[in-house]
């Protein structure tokens, strides 16, 4: 596996979680800043199966040292940062979007 697909894993959860913030089970968190590796709450759980489920079967989680999820949402605007160390490289997405309830 390209290691680069790692950001395109970071772009589809990127965009799961734009949804999830506006409309879904995070739609009353605002902002937030996490290494989900660490599995502190259900939100780094549920982000870390996410990305799980989208990595080949024998890819050696143990190669990646930090998955860094930071979003922040003010007002009618939401901006998602999603950091991926690996094998001593960094690829990152980033993403923004504002949305109207009219």
Not at 53 to 67: A, H, V
Request: include cysteine; hydrophobic fraction near 40%.
């Amino acid at each position: 596996m390209k290691l680069t697909k790692l950001r395109g894993i970071a772009h589809d959860l990127a965009n799961h979680l734009d949804n999830q913030f506006w409309f879904g089970y995070y739609k009353d968190l605002n902002k937030i800043n996490t290494n989900i590796l660490e599995q502190k709450n259900q939100f780094d759980k549920a982000c870390l199966e996410f990305f799980k489920e989208r990595l080949p079967k024998d890819f050696n989680m143990e190669r990646i040292k930090e998955i860094q999820v930071k979003a922040d949402r003010v007002g009618w605007k939401l901006t998602i940062t999603i950091k991926v160390n690996v094998d001593d490289e960094e690829f990152s997405y980033s993403a923004k979007s504002i949305t109207s309830f009219a």
